[in-house]
């Protein structure tokens, strides 16, 4: 239904920290299925695992509202995980399926869950992740000065 180019067009992550290969099934404001094959000569991390389960989350909340330049359309943020389980490393040479429900939607605030499997063992499972979208200017450090109410310790 998507491949990498199609990916590439909705979301702003870039090789290599893009981690789906195509979207197999996208149900909007309902679901998506999606996938990522495993390269290399290592297992897939946890935490690459999860950013990647994320990314389809990403993909299911913004399929319609494309943000491939995170300046101008927003920066994806991950606001809080809940639930999470991991089973078995993903292994070099096999594909994961990441399947994502949404759970509801506010503006650019998104509630998904759902979990990763390979072939018909679950390797991760997500009771919630809240993600929103923000603009880039109000993620960066306010500035520092004299009248400020952060004090540093020495």
């Known amino acids: 239904m998507l491949d990498s180019d199609d990916i590439r067009r909705l979301i702003p992550h870039r090789p ?13 404001r309902r679901r998506l299925v999606g996938s990522l094959t495993v ?5 897939l991390p946890a935490v690459l695992l999860l950013e990647s389960w994320g990314q389809a989350a990403l993909l299911l909340i913004r ?13 994806p943020v991950a606001g809080a995980f809940e ?8 292994l070099p040479g096999e594909t994961v399926e990441h399947r994502v429900d949404l759970i509801r939607l506010i503006a650019d605030t ?13 390797v991760m499972q997500v009771g ?7 603009p880039a200017a109000s993620l960066r450090p306010a500035a520092l000065d004299g009248a ?7």
């Open 16 to 28: 290599p920290m893009l981690l789906v290969d195509r979207v197999s099934e996208l149900v909007p």
């Open 39 to 43: 390269t290399g000569t290592r297992p």
């Open 63 to 75: 399929h319609d509202r494309p943000m491939p330049d995170v300046l101008a359309d927003g920066v």
């Open 83 to 90: 639930g999470i389980r991991f089973g078995r490393p993903v």
């Open 110 to 122: 998104g509630f998904v869950r759902g979990e990763s499997v390979v072939g018909s063992e679950v």
């Open 128 to 134: 919630r992740l809240v993600g929103a979208v923000r």
């Open 148 to 154: 400020s109410d952060v004090k540093e310790s020495t």
